[in-house]
């Protein structure tokens, strides 16, 4: 072994050597590229750094350098077929360039001490596509693509033969650092700080590919994660390798335990049971050499008799400065060569011949390692080589031979799509498309099962479903399932069971919490008998989303989450259940009662026949907020019952009610063909109409029909199915569509929130995102991926477009139109220590039928029998306590409220909390509208102030409400711009009622409560002395009012004598 450092082998600059992180040797092992942080390319001459220590050699040293960059080159790599030689860097740029057999045009640069260049490699193509860094560059062994790698967490595919970009794959959810092909071209893998392995499938393009026809090309087959899950992030590179038998990868950068190591990955298993240990630090790239070696001299006559055993040698370099060799023969490294450079290495390379070895460091030393013959073994014969990868498909290009069933489909299927090339070309402009077979990444996640298939929409269908065609009869379902629920499972005790057949219920598109009517306790005969949409001022709950809500994902802000001591963070995704929540409560008419057991349901649940993923756009990896999207169905119903649009549900259900209108959706199996959408009754067809895009979701009343298409565009058609609209086109797909009376709700896919008014052909306010409710604030930029956020549990409209969203840790939310801001109306926290929460209907009918004063002549018999159980935000309350019910977290926090009321300086929790939240609930009503629950809670809250001897707050209140009248009276108009709400002086109503009634209410209310102070002045004289400046205050309102005479006063005054004395 001869271990080599020319000192002339560098990147020098004027102060020092810059750092060289890359290098490469030809093919023809004649040339050295090597890259550094100076900006250059420089290629070597192998003969010059053999023959170092030869005094005569006289030949150039640098036969060429290259400056086409505009910062550090990070990779450089020849092609196979040594005709060009491609260089990636920092400034986000890959150069190709290829040798002109003509001589260079200038002897050297001018300024610069660089020797005059022996060839001539110009530029040849400057290729742009990442956003970001170039860590990492590959050709493929038949020349036929290049791949780069970057920091945009990009792989990006490119054209061998015209360097045309073909595709451009972000499945990463970090920086990608290394690339590797396989030596039988079938795949490829990439390493990230995702801690993960990504193997890709492909078929080798050909010279005149397009990037359309390269659509259902490069599919993801599986990931691997075991080895690196807890890699360290402070590597510069993840560079791995493949094994020249094409076996196995050798993977950088892992770990084994706290141990650093190299991964060795078996190709078709895609799992790691061997690692290399060794390095004491991180390791950065790994390579193989390109030839297999004999362990015994096949020259030897006694080792020719026995069969040859072939082994593979990987030199693995790092952070510890340490060069190691291996071979698959031993468990120990053949070499260790320490200390051989003052940093880390950045890079390795092998020369053709598998004995030379040639390293660089962050130190801009270049290293290399000549080997004798049989100190890593015997070199084999190229065609060795050959015979390995025959069993891979190798020999039989032309046949594209695959390796499994799988590959013969993916191989046969890409192959059809470019001989379909001009037609799916024309097809695009004409506005068709072709989905790809590949499965589609929803949110920026893609979940890998066993076998490798995407779990789309947080579901993952099992394999035997996935395979049965969408045009499977029913008798051959019935028998498939029959087969399935007759499996026999032999237990631990030997004996043998039928094992049960697991039908998943969040298919059914039913909401397994209970569907509240939210009627009160004082609720007459007409009220039950009534619709939801009379009794609750919000459109009728979505039965279409799946049990917890639908799904959402985070990207996060790039700042880092502050931990507090002995705080345990929540995993929301491990803690939710599969099956879904079973309810605890239930909604009655006379309020939140237990939920009645259910016996489980007997036989198969309907579940609606899926035809495949929605085609998701590759721009919502981007978006910061990713819900899930649902998945295509063959058939949506949805009856509208007296004007009120049902859940969806089978056409034999729904046609049980004949005066039903019946809207359907109908998919068809082939993409090409058209959706078709009607509207019949009894049988009778209204209206039909046709879509180019196949239909996602479905909504509707009596004044208009709305259809959400997969392409993310809404149609609208009036009752006689006429369009309204030309196609409205948002920027993903819709996940949640509502209606109520004139307005159209619409959620897409990226979190964004459109309200529209069909009657005045306007929007509510400008699109609104969901990031900020689905605490996006608080989340962090993971580098393991997306944040689990809150599903999305409800979506609704009230009478005037507002837009009231739920979510699934039970917070409740309203969008002000006049704020342009999410408004937060139902917490955990007020369940925390108010005592108004889930107050119950009989203690605020009471407070409406004795302790509120006159109502309103202009309300209607209908009003005296209030039920505030009718309004949004006791709706949205009892979701937070339900939600709160079902995680199991009631005890805790009754626990943590006690242990706070026995802390010092908590004395007044309650009271301070139980305050402010009857004042949350009067700003979400005001600011709803709604009209009896402001009135309601304006009284309430004005006799726990009272209660609570609260002067100012009380002044201000009476002030708020007469409207400014004495400010005015005393001159204190200084003319300010007119308020609204509470500040509004010139309105005579407020939350919809006359300033003067609601102030005699909250007089009258503090007047009962005083004179109850006056009783109990008798027995204890010191209580009314608190009350005393209140009671003043609330005279003189009410001589405004006219409520008081002279007897009001001489009882004042003689009181006031008797307190004197």
Request: glycine share 8%; net charge negative.
């Amino acid at each position: 072994m001869l271990i080599v450092k020319p000192s002339w082998l560098c990147h020098s600059g004027e102060q020092k050597d810059f750092e060289v992180y890359s290098c490469h040797v030809s093919q023809d092992g004649k040339r050295l590229a090597t890259a550094g942080g100076d900006g250059h390319v420089r290629i070597w001459s192998t003969e010059a750094v053999y023959n170092v220590d030869d005094p005569t050699y006289d030949k150039p040293r640098q036969l060429c350098h290259m400056s086409h960059h505009l910062g550090t080159i990070h990779s450089v790599r020849f092609s196979p077929n040594n005709r060009y030689l491609a260089s990636g860097a920092d400034d986000r740029v890959i150069c190709i360039y290829q040798l002109d057999p003509n001589p260079p045009s200038h002897a050297t640069t001018f300024g610069t001490n660089e020797p005059p260049p022996v060839e001539n490699w110009k530029t040849h193509k400057r290729l742009v596509g990442h956003d970001s860094d170039v860590q990492d560059l590959a050709w493929s062994y038949d020349n036929s693509i290049l791949v780069s790698v970057g920091l945009d967490s990009k792989v990006v595919v490119w054209s061998g033969h015209t360097f045309e970009k073909l595709k451009v794959i972000a499945v990463h959810q970090s920086h990608v650092k290394g690339i590797t092909f396989d030596p039988a071209n079938k795949f490829f893998a990439t390493a990230g700080d995702d801690r993960t392995i990504k193997i890709f499938r492909f078929t080798p393009p050909p010279p005149n590919a397009t990037q359309h026809d390269m659509v259902n090309n490069f599919v993801l087959e599986t990931t691997i994660s075991a080895p690196f899950k807890s890699s360290p992030l402070t590597t510069y590179f993840r560079r791995c390798s493949w094994s020249p038998d094409g076996n196995h990868i050798a993977a950088a950068n892992a770990v084994n335990g706290p141990v650093s190591s190299v991964a060795i990955i078996e190709r078709s298993r895609w799992d790691s049971d061997i690692n290399l240990i060794g390095h004491e630090g991180p390791t950065e790239v790994c390579v193989f050499s390109p030839r297999l070696f004999h362990t015994e001299n096949p020259n030897d006559p006694e080792a020719s008799k026995r069969p040859p055993a072939l082994v593979t040698v990987i030199a693995s370099a790092g952070q510890d400065k340490t060069l190691s060799i291996w071979n698959t023969n031993t468990s120990r490294p053949v070499v260790i060569l320490q200390d051989v450079a003052s940093k880390s290495i950045s890079d390795l390379a092998w020369a053709p011949d598998g004995q030379t070895l040639f390293a660089c460091s962050l130190d801009g030393a270049v290293i290399a390692v000549k080997f004798e013959t049989g100190e890593l073994g015997w070199v084999a014969e190229a065609e060795e080589n050959d015979k390995a990868l025959e069993k891979f498909g190798i020999a039989r290009k032309g046949m594209g031979t695959a390796e499994d069933v799988d590959g013969l489909h993916l191989e046969n299927h890409s192959k059809a799509g470019e001989l379909r090339g001009a037609e799916s070309r024309m097809g695009a402009l004409m506005g068709d498309f072709e989905p790809a077979k590949e499965a589609v990444t929803t949110n920026g996640v893609k979940a890998i099962t066993k076998n490798g298939e995407a779990a789309t929409n947080g579901t993952s269908e099992s394999k035997a479903t996935k395979e049965t065609p969408a045009e499977e009869s029913a008798d051959k379902t019935a028998e498939r399932i029959n087969e399935l629920k007759a499996r026999v499972q032999v237990t631990k005790d030997g004996r043998k069971r039928v094992a049960p057949l697991l039908v998943s219920s969040s298919g059914t598109g039913l909401l397994s919490l209970p569907q509240s009517q939210l009627m009160g306790a004082k609720s007459t005969t007409s009220t039950q008998n009534d619709t939801p949409q009379t009794i609750l001022d919000l459109s009728k709950p979505l039965h279409g989303l799946p049990r917890g809500g639908i799904a959402a994902l985070l990207l996060g802000n790039k700042r880092k989450a502050i931990a507090t001591e002995g705080e345990e963070f929540e995993d929301q995704a491990s803690k939710r259940s599969a099956s879904g929540p079973i309810p605890i409560v239930s909604d009655t008419p006379d309020g939140l009662e237990p939920a009645a057991l259910t016996a489980p349901a007997n036989g198969l649940v309907p579940t609606p026949e899926y035809l495949r993923p929605a085609v998701i756009s590759p721009s919502v990896a981007f978006s910061q907020v990713r819900l899930a999207v649902p998945k295509i169905r063959s058939h949506i119903v949805r009856p509208l019952d007296r004007g009120i649009l049902q859940g969806e549900s089978t056409l034999e259900e729904a046609s049980k009610i004949p005066e039903n209108i019946l809207l359907e959706a109908k998919n068809p199996v082939k993409p090409r063909e058209p959706s078709r959408i009607t509207a019949s009754k009894r049988g009778a067809l209204l209206w039909q109409d046709f879509l180019p895009r196949a239909i996602i979701l479905l909504t509707g009343n009596k004044k208009f029909w709305a259809a959400a298409c997969e392409d993310g565009t809404l149609h609208t058609w009036t009752p006689a199915g006429r369009r309204l609209f030309n196609g409205i086109v948002l920027e993903s797909q819709p996940v949640i569509l509502e209606s109520r009376e004139h307005w159209l709700l619409c959620i897409t896919s990226v979190g964004m929130c459109h309200v529209f008014n069909i009657k005045t052909m306007s929007a509510a306010h400008p699109p609104v995102s969901l990031a900020p409710i689905l605490d996006i604030a608080s989340a962090m930029l993971s580098p393991d991926g997306p944040t689990v956020a809150p599903g999305v549990t409800s979506a609704h409209l009230n009478s005037v477009g507002a837009v009231v969203v739920t979510l699934s840790n039970g917070d409740g939310f309203y969008y002000s139109s006049s704020m342009y801001t999410w408004q937060r109306l139902s917490e955990s926290w007020w369940a925390l220590g108010s005592q108004y929460w889930n107050s119950n209907d009989s203690s605020i009918s009471a407070l409406s039928t004795t302790a509120v004063g006159p109502v309103s002549t202009s309300s209607s018999k209908k009003d005296e029998g209030l039920n505030v159980s009718a309004g949004i935000i006791p709706f949205l309350e009892r979701h937070t306590t339900t939600e709160f019910l079902l995680k199991g977290r009631a005890y805790t926090l009754q626990r943590l409220i006690k242990t706070l009321l026995s802390k010092d300086g908590f004395e007044g929790f309650e009271g301070t909390v139980s305050v402010a939240h009857l004042e949350n609930r009067m700003a979400g009503a005001l600011a709803l509208g709604s009209r009896e629950e402001f009135r309601l809670y304006l009284f309430m809250y004005a006799k726990r102030i009272g209660a609570e001897g609260m002067q100012s707050k009380v002044e201000e209140l009476l002030n708020c409400l007469c409207g400014g009248v004495l400010n005015r009276k005393k001159g204190n108009n200084n003319g300010s711009e007119q308020g609204k709400g509470w500040f509004s002086d010139g309105e005579e109503k407020l939350g919809g009622w006359d300033r003067k009634d609601l102030l005699k209410g909250v007089v009258l209310i503090l007047g009962k409560f005083l004179l109850f102070l006056r009783v109990m002045a008798s027995l204890l004289t010191w209580v009314l002395g608190k009350f005393r400046d209140l009671q003043r205050l609330t005279v003189q309102y009410a001589k405004i009012l006219g409520l008081t005479g002279g007897q009001e006063e001489e009882e004042e005054d003689s009181e006031g004598g008797s307190m004197m004395e």
